[in-house]
């Protein structure tokens, strides 16, 4: 119990810092094979106090709070509760111990009931009507209305979030962790969900709010956390920072020497956008909203954004994975091409690397030469002769990228799923640049790839359009967008901000084009 | 202190060879620890049922009869497996193949030329396409999952065959057994050697060798493997999950069509309201026994029939129940799953995780 009076500020450090230490961490530490997704985290939780943890994606917030809702053990560190030090092994001892949780992806049966929902999160044995009274008074106190015999299926997200949220209040939870809870809600909803957030906290709660949205941690919360590479960089308290320092502060500033030569002579325009859109195509897919841009053969054109708002949908357009509805709205070197598969837009020069390496990129069981295969097997390489495969062409093709991008492996040609990240994504990149494709789609080039190999990756994507290619890369990582872009553009929420020349651009702007603060101002968001 | 599954960096080669040789060993170890429940001599037991079915002539061409449509089956449905696409209906789509093609020698008793044996192959191959068809129609088209409409199409082609052996198909001279008539010699698949060794094993043999071909060397058994592994890498290679579906379907709805026509022309010689001892789900174990892979299946399939006519000696000369036969076939499937795990992961004893951290 001493340690309490230790981390206790003097009287008067803040009104909200004094309320009774809930939940600490000291010291966590959880390593992923060669990662250390969390290092010597430590953290405070009090009494009353709506704490933000903010970090770009991979900074370790989420790998931080699955460790205190008990669904990750760490390496090293303790959790004390209320002083006292917790082991937590399970969801179901952090929630004995009064700690709830709100899932950014809710975990709803669409086909029952509100109450029937609630019902299987609950110990057995309350009967149904009884609950169905619990779940009326507990929303009304909140303002969070919800009708228990509703069915999940007939409701909108912003509901269904209410769902979660009462589930999580029925047990009376004293600390409720909320993983990006307004990323699905309108503004509307996201203020409705602020005022039971304060209610919350006024009754004692403590809540550790997850969020990307930087606006709206500085208006609700009292305290913040900022991770970077799984480290924690600073505390701070949100209202006497501005968005903008904010957003420096998550995404760092470290720069690394890349040589950028000068922009190769201006060519035509070799990938054209113009005004694509698309329909989600699932329940947590975002919608493109009038896409416009051009890539230039010569450049590298950024895109940056936050997780999930399209960059994915984005991607699958533009690899043909998904076609578009109109074949106009996707010109590849002047061919309308948008009603074209994959295979097709490779045989026009177009190369392409998706976010997700294994499983997507590669298939994990399958040998490196044959995983060469899977993206060339139509482009003209003569991997494929009547239908017959010539896998000695394939091995021969392995040693070339292999020796070319510098991949490591233990043995010649193995499993995909044997390499460590940064070896198996040089192989993923090499795998395209060995065909000098004419246009390169890239999402997320160096997402979990140790520095060393990010270097080596960023310097060939700006060789690749020096050498006449538009290079076109999707990147949550705003230190390699300003180390490889010559023009960045900004997705938030399906919508892309017109790209504008890298050197005209502060990180400032792009943190806060990135937590949408100029969304709907469209073509005109000059203004900053 | 608690076993834990490590995964392994790679697929062990080793152990893909070993998991169903280690099958076979738990199988043997739990089959006479059933014997000796059932109060039989373990050691003179598994002679009878493993053994002395190796040692006459006469039942080294019965095990090839049983072994050839669990191969021709069975490599089918590796491709399905292969895919991912779950193809249990394959004795279904077996009957449904020996009803259309018995079709020509039961509707046309008077067609006997040479082509008969050939069209009957044919619109046998067709009758298990088509039945095959079904299942991946449904799925493509509704998302229904294919393995409950694959195994309910099972009963239905059961009963159907039921239906018209006792209904229309009835042998008018046959003095009112549920049985068809009998099949004219020009559509009789020829015997191979002196006993009942027919044709149709030659059926599977060419089987074997023709999937081996397009499994190993071609972009079509590449795209198999793909979309089977990692669908979304499939999509990314420009392949298409549903026609993989189909062809997976269709292909192994033929396999088995043809097993069905081949089973009822050379050895039954006519359609009863049984014509197989459960080949159809039997190919099933035949399938993983053998590694999904051709060679595998080939040496899985004597191994299996032979289960079936050590079952058979079981029940004349030790008196044991038929149904000891499916134990060992259950049995046998349940190892090879569980002994597969040991692939891509290895077994290891850790210690729990200690909350003692640094300060403590």
């Not at chain 1, 896409?291 to 895109?303: K, M, P, Y």
């Amino acid at each position: 119990m001493t340690q309490d009076h230790e981390t206790n500020p003097p009287p008067g450090a803040g009104t909200r810092r004094s309320g009774e230490v809930l939940l600490e961490a000291r010291g966590i530490t959880k390593q992923f094979g060669d990662v250390r997704a969390n290092d010597d985290v430590s953290l405070v939780l009090r009494a009353g106090e709506i704490h933000a943890l903010l970090g770009e994606n991979g900074a370790g917030k989420s790998t931080l709070v699955k460790i205190l809702y008990g669904a990750l053990e760490p390496n090293a560190g303790t959790l004390h509760w209320r002083g006292a030090p917790v082991r937590i092994s399970s969801p179901a001892e952090a929630r004995a111990l009064g700690i709830g949780m709100v899932f950014q992806h809710f975990s709803l049966f669409e086909a029952l009931t509100v109450a029937e929902n609630i019902a299987l999160a609950l110990p057995g044995g309350t009967p149904l009507r009884d609950l169905s009274k619990r779940i009326r008074s507990v929303s009304q106190d909140y303002g969070l209305a919800l009708d228990p015999d509703a069915i999940v299926a007939d409701l909108p997200v912003g509901i269904r979030q209410r769902i979660e949220i009462v589930r999580c209040l029925l047990q009376e939870p004293k600390l409720i962790i909320m993983d990006e809870p307004t990323s699905v809600l309108t503004p509307q909803e996201a203020d409705q969900l602020f005022l039971t957030l304060e209610r919350l906290t006024a009754e004692g709660c403590a809540i550790l709010y997850i969020s990307h949205r930087l606006e709206e941690v500085k208006r609700i919360c009292h305290h913040a956390t900022i991770m970077r590479h799984g480290k924690v960089v600073m505390e701070c308290d949100p209202a006497q920072e501005t968005a903008g320092s904010l957003a420096r502060l998550m995404v760092g500033s470290a720069v690394h020497d890349l040589k950028r030569g000068a922009q190769a002579a201006e060519g035509g325009p070799r990938l054209e956008l113009r005004g694509l859109s698309a329909p989600p195509d699932g329940p947590f897919s975002v919608a493109l909203q009038d896409i416009n841009l051009s890539v230039t053969g010569g450049e590298v054109v950024a895109i940056a954004g936050i997780a999930g708002n399209g960059q994915g949908e984005l991607f699958d357009l533009l690899s043909g994975e998904r076609r578009a509805q109109d074949s106009g709205a996707i010109v590849i070197d002047g061919t309308a091409s948008g009603h074209l598969g994959i295979t097709l837009r490779r045989r026009q020069g177009c190369g392409f690397v998706p976010e997700e390496r294994l499983g997507h990129g590669a298939v994990p069981g399958l040998r490196l030469s044959e995983n060469i295969v899977l993206t060339r097997h139509g482009t003209g390489d003569g991997l494929v002769r009547g239908g017959m495969l010539d896998m000695g062409l394939a091995r021969r093709m392995e040693q070339r990228i292999k020796s070319n991008f510098d991949v490591r492996m233990s043995h010649d040609d193995p499993e995909a799923r044997a390499l460590s990240g940064g070896n198996l994504q040089k192989f993923v990149i090499g795998r395209e640049l060995d065909r000098t494709p004419g246009v390169l789609v890239v999402n997320q080039p160096t997402w979990g790839v140790d520095a060393g190999a990010a270097a080596l990756i960023r310097q060939e994507l700006i060789d690749l359009s020096r050498q006449g290619s538009a290079v076109l890369v999707i990147s949550q990582d705003l230190d390699e967008i300003f180390e490889v872009a010559d023009r960045i553009a900004v997705i938030s929420r399906g919508h892309l901000s017109p790209a504008e020349p890298a050197a005209q651009l502060t990180r400032e702007r792009i943190g806060l084009l990135m937590g949408g603060l100029e969304e709907g101002q469209g073509k005109a968001g000059h203004a900053a | 202190m608690r076993l834990e599954l490590e995964k392994r960096a790679e697929h062990s080669r080793t152990m893909a060879v070993l998991s169903p040789l280690l099958a076979l060993v738990l199988t043997l170890i739990s089959g006479a620890i059933m014997f000796a429940l059932l109060g039989q001599d373990p050691v003179r037991a598994l002679y009878t049922f493993f053994i002395e079915p190796l040692t006459a002539s006469w039942s080294l061409q019965e095990l090839v009869v049983k072994a050839a449509p669990l191969i021709l089956i069975a490599v089918g449905l590796a491709v399905c497996y292969l895919s991912n696409t779950w193809n249990i209906g394959a004795e279904g789509q077996f009957t449904f193949g020996a009803i259309a093609g018995s079709l020509l020698p039961i509707v046309f008793p008077g067609f006997e030329s040479p082509l008969t044996l050939p069209l009957m192959l044919l619109m046998g191959i067709a009758g298990g396409m088509l039945w095959g068809a079904i299942p991946a129609f449904l799925k493509i088209r509704f998302g229904a999952n294919e393995i409950l409409t694959s195994l309910m199409l099972v009963y239905v082609a059961q009963l159907f065959l039921d239906w018209l052996v006792r209904g229309p198909w009835r042998d008018p001279e046959g003095f009112n057994f549920p049985e068809s008539r009998l099949f004219s010699d020009a559509a009789i698949l020829q015997p191979l050697a002196d006993g009942r060794m027919h044709v149709g094993a030659l059926f599977a043999l060419l089987a074997v060798i023709a999937m081996s071909v397009i499994l190993m060397k071609t972009l079509k058994g590449f795209e198999v493997r793909v979309l089977g592994q990692a669908p979304r890498a499939g999509q990314f290679a420009g392949f298409s999950r549903n026609k993989m579906v189909l062809f997976a379907f269709l292909l192994s709805g033929g396999l088995a069509g043809l097993a069905g026509i081949s089973e009822v022309s050379g050895s039954i010689n006519q359609l009863t309201p049984v014509i197989s001892p459960g080949y159809g789900f039997t190919a099933i174990i035949v399938a993983f026994l053998g590694r999904l892979n051709p060679i595998g299946i080939f040496i899985a399939g004597f191994l299996l029939a032979l289960s079936y006519l050590g079952g058979e000696a079981a029940q004349v000369s030790l008196g044991l129940s038929d149904k000891t036969t499916r134990v060992f076939q259950g049995m046998l499937l349940f190892y090879v799953l569980a002994c597969d795990t040991l692939i891509l992961y290895r077994i290891r004893l850790t210690r729990a995780y200690a909350p003692s951290g640094k300060e403590a």
